[in-house]
Structure formats: C-alpha cells, structure tokens
C-alpha cells in the first residue's frame, strides 16, 4: 500500500502563532516516530509512539511541543506559540514494531518556516 | 553533544570510482549501525545495516565496514553511478535497551559526476 504520508509538505507561520503537523503510517504499524532536521544538521529524534501511547517524551524541546495518536494510526505533532529556531523540516516514520531491527519507513517531511 | 558525527558536509566523485563516506560515534553502547540515503524532498529511505558482532556487510555495490575500537564505520559504493547522488546518513542504536530511537548524524551529500 501507500508510504508514510505528511501534511503539509509545506507550513510558512508567524512567530508566536500555534501549527499542526500531521502523519498518516503505513497501515498496520504499530510504531511511530517523530524527527525533526535543522539545516546544516542530522535527524533530531523528538518522540515515538507504541499504540497510541508515547513512552518517553523528554526528546521534546519544549513545552511548546506536543504529540498524540490515536487509533493506532494518524500523530499529529503541535507546536505552540511557535519560534523561529522552530523552523525545520518535520519528518515522521513508523514502523511494524518498535525495537531495533524494525525498519522505519519516513514520509516526505513538513518543512516549517516561522517568520 | 553530537553522538554521531559525519565530518564531511559533501563529497563528489566520478562514475564508476569508489565512493567512501565516513561516520565517527561516541557511545560505545551502540551496537546497531544503519545507514540511510536521502533524495530532495523525500524521506530518508534504508540503505544498508551492520550489528556490532560483525566488521563487514555488503549488499551488492554497498558495503559498511565497522571498526568499534575506532567507533567508526564507512559506507563504501562500489561503482558509483549518477543516480547515487544524493544526502547520505550514519545511524546508530542505542544498545542499552530494545529501544527504537536512532542517533542521526548530519548527512553526507555525494555528487557523482557522469
């Protein structure tokens, strides 16, 4: 079936103004991951989740930054009261399970530009 | 703290040499390698793997080579060609738990020039 599937490709915000960057698995993953990549810089690991709960969130910035899923399938990642070293590109993956040996499959990414 | 480090920012070659791209890590609990390239405008898509129990795994043109005393390994293209232009990225597991979380270094960008 399809990829892993990101909306927007592209979001352009003002500073202080709150986004939402969503993620559609491939189907029947149960894992999924967050990442974010600065320019000039590796894959930055943000958050993952198992199911629909996200065991460990201390990848996450701020407090500005939060995470859900739910069915076992669509994450959105939301970032509040947005900042300019917020402006990266967005890129989530799943995978069948979560551990090692599981491949993760990414998407395209959001590129996020904050003004 | 950078973990995982790729020192060179780009790389170009000729069809049809060798293209070699390094990787230096930091953490000796590491003990799962990937590495992973990256078209515009994509996602990262899974190149090739080495387990910390080996020092070589190859896959057809691809090769990793591991050297943990060094904590460094390559990704060796052998011949290179046109359509492996592309951002290049050095992963590595976190072996102190059945953990999901990859450490990323910055990406290599190779140019192979026809």
């Known amino acids: 079936g399809a990829g892993v599937s990101q909306s927007p490709s592209n979001k352009v915000t003002e500073k202080g103004k709150d986004v939402e960057l969503r993620c559609d698995p491939i189907?029947?993953?149960?894992?999924l991951y967050w990442y974010r990549q600065r320019l000039g810089q590796g894959l930055e690991f943000l958050i993952y989740?198992?199911?629909?709960?996200?065991?460990?969130k201390s990848g996450l910035p701020s407090d500005r930054f939060s995470a859900e899923r739910t069915g076992e399938s669509v994450s959105t990642l939301t970032i509040q009261r947005t900042q300019q070293e917020d402006s990266a590109v967005y890129l989530c993956?799943?995978?069948?399970?979560?551990?090692?040996?599981?491949?993760?499959?990414f998407g395209p990414g959001t590129r996020l530009t904050v003004l | 703290d950078q973990q995982v480090k790729q020192n060179s920012p780009s790389l170009s070659v000729q069809e049809g040499r060798i293209s070699i791209l390094n990787c230096d890590y930091t953490?000796?609990?590491?003990?799962?390698f990937l590495w992973y390239k990256k078209y515009p405008a994509e996602g990262p898509t899974f190149l090739i793997s080495?387990?910390?129990?080996?020092d070589k795994n190859e896959d057809g043109r691809f090769t990793v080579f591991l050297n943990k005393s060094a904590k460094h390994l390559s990704l060796h293209i052998v011949p290179s060609q046109p359509g492996d232009s592309a951002v290049y990225f050095c992963?590595?597991?976190?072996?102190?738990?059945?953990?999901?979380?990859?450490?990323f270094g910055q990406g290599t960008t190779l140019q192979v020039k026809p």
């Open positions: 993956a799943s995978s069948l399970a979560y551990g090692i040996y599981n491949e993760q499959f």
């Open positions: 189907s029947g993953h149960t894992a």
């Open positions: 989740f198992q199911g629909n709960s996200a065991p460990d």
């Open positions: 953490n000796s609990m590491f003990d799962y």
């Open positions: 080495i387990s910390s129990i080996k």
């Open positions: 992963a590595a597991y976190d072996g102190s738990g059945n953990t999901g979380k990859l450490i």
